[in-house]
């Protein structure tokens, strides 16, 4: 499944990238005006590309009929309770099917971690072995299992016991 999330669901978008969904988000669409993709060209984007749109806007969803999930609460977590519900999937995390956070492309796994050393803190670096980065030259961001995914991890395990 590929998404397209509304500019009001950064968070989830993060969220969906980290699970290793292929997720546009609205934002990133809009030019150098910052002026917001009108919904008619973010439905005829996410029909071209074959994406399901994720939104809190009710005229949006609308639009996009049956290839849209329109949420409602504010939390993240209820989201993807939601997503879980519609799609009838599971939220497995592995690192090296996860994409980057911040501008959706795929991961590289890290063969010789000196070459990111800069990139994290030190003690990041001394106690993690296995590092991703990110495969767009413009991003590089760095990503490793840490406390934060067990957290996201735990958190996930509540919403499917209710």
Same mark, same amino acid.
């Given at each position: 499944m590929k998404f397209l999330t509304d500019?009001?669901?950064?968070?989830?978008?993060?969220?969906?990238?980290?699970?290793? =969904?292929?997720?546009?988000? +609205?934002k990133d669409l809009e030019k150098e005006d910052k002026v917001a993709v009108?919904?008619?060209?973010?439905?005829?984007? +996410?029909?071209?590309?074959?994406?399901?749109?994720i939104t809190k806007d009710k005229l949006l969803s609308k639009k996009a009929s049956a290839s849209s999930l329109f949420?409602?609460?504010e939390d993240v977590y209820d989201y993807l309770r939601q997503m879980k519900v519609r799609f009838k999937s599971e939220f497995q995390f592995e690192l090296k099917n996860a994409r980057c956070s911040v501008c959706n492309s795929t991961l590289n796994q890290?063969?010789?971690k000196e070459e990111i050393r800069k990139l994290v803190n030190e003690g990041t670096y001394e106690n993690i072995?296995?590092? =991703?980065?990110?495969?767009?030259?413009?991003?590089?961001?760095? =990503?490793w =299992?840490?406390?934060h995914i067990e957290d996201i991890l735990s958190k996930i395990?509540?919403?499917e016991i209710e």
């Open positions: 500019c009001m669901l950064g968070r989830l978008t993060r969220f969906l990238r980290i699970f290793g =969904y292929d997720t546009i988000f +609205a009108p919904d008619d060209d973010l439905v005829e984007f +996410a029909q071209t590309e074959k994406r399901i749109i949420l409602e609460g890290v063969n010789n072995e296995e590092f =991703y980065q990110c495969s767009n030259t413009n991003c590089k961001k760095v =990503y =299992y840490g406390t395990k509540q919403i």
